[in-house]
């Protein structure tokens, strides 16, 4: 399972907002519009927890309360 934020902006932009903020729990994808499109994100930021399989286990914000539950039962789960 993988914890992704695909974002539209170009890698650089990316980068400089991941150091500035200090995103270290999930890879945050830039150029990624096909990826966001693939899986539905219609607004940002949407983090997608993803299973080996591809399939979407939990969308939503990634300061979400949520979250940490869904990591929860995806790991219970195996």
Do not use: C, N, Q
């Not at 096909?34 to 930021?45: E, F, L």
């Amino acid at each position: 399972m993988v914890l992704v934020a695909p974002s539209l902006d170009a890698e650089a932009v990316v980068k400089k907002f991941k150091e500035k903020h200090k995103i270290e729990e999930f890879a945050l994808l830039s150029d990624a519009r096909d990826t966001a499109k693939a899986y539905g994100v219609t607004r940002y930021p949407t983090a997608l927890l993803v299973g080996k399989d591809g399939k979407v286990l939990w969308k939503g914000h990634p300061a979400a309360s949520d979250l940490s539950s869904a990591i929860e039962a995806a790991l219970a789960a195996k």
